[in-house]
């Protein structure tokens, strides 16, 4: 079954369905390449997704650990480059809402880093992760 259906709107936007949820998320061409940018880029919801992934898999953990760093938040920054035009750089930057010792830190970090868009990414695309710990 597929995944999600994807409809070019016009004027560089993209609607794409979720099938099995049905929810909903719109793209648009970033400024600096012909569009709007009145929504996420194709480009900026791939480096999104390296934080969202990042952030599920540590969550799976950290409920197996029964601790709970809801309420943490992540920067992401996306860097492109030309010659062909790609994502050359994504910066993630962690707040991470959990008073833990070292132990608990060092195990949701290394769980982040075997997220599957992690290990999705072409090799290329340089990872700057920082993680700050309240």
């Not at 079954?1 to 061409?29: E, N, W």
């Not at 809801?70 to 790609?86: D, F, L, Q």
């Not at 982040?112 to 920082?130: E, F, N, Q």
Request: charged share 20%; with cysteine.
């Amino acid at each position: 079954m597929p995944t999600s259906k994807v409809t070019y709107v016009g004027d560089l936007r993209t609607s794409s369905i979720h099938l099995q949820s049905g929810s909903q998320i719109i793209s648009d061409a970033p400024l600096d390449n012909n569009g709007k940018g009145e929504a996420f880029s194709p480009t900026d919801t791939v480096a999104n997704g390296l934080a969202s992934c990042m952030f599920t898999v540590m969550g799976i953990k950290a409920r197996d650990m029964e601790v709970d760093f809801s309420g943490s938040t992540a920067e992401v920054t996306k860097i492109m480059a030309a010659e062909p035009r790609r994502i050359s750089e994504i910066h993630v930057t962690f707040e991470m809402n959990l008073k833990a010792d070292d132990k608990i830190k060092t195990i949701l970090e290394r769980t982040a880093m075997t997220c599957p868009v992690h290990y999705s990414l072409h090799p290329d695309i340089k990872r700057i992760i920082v993680f700050n710990w309240i």
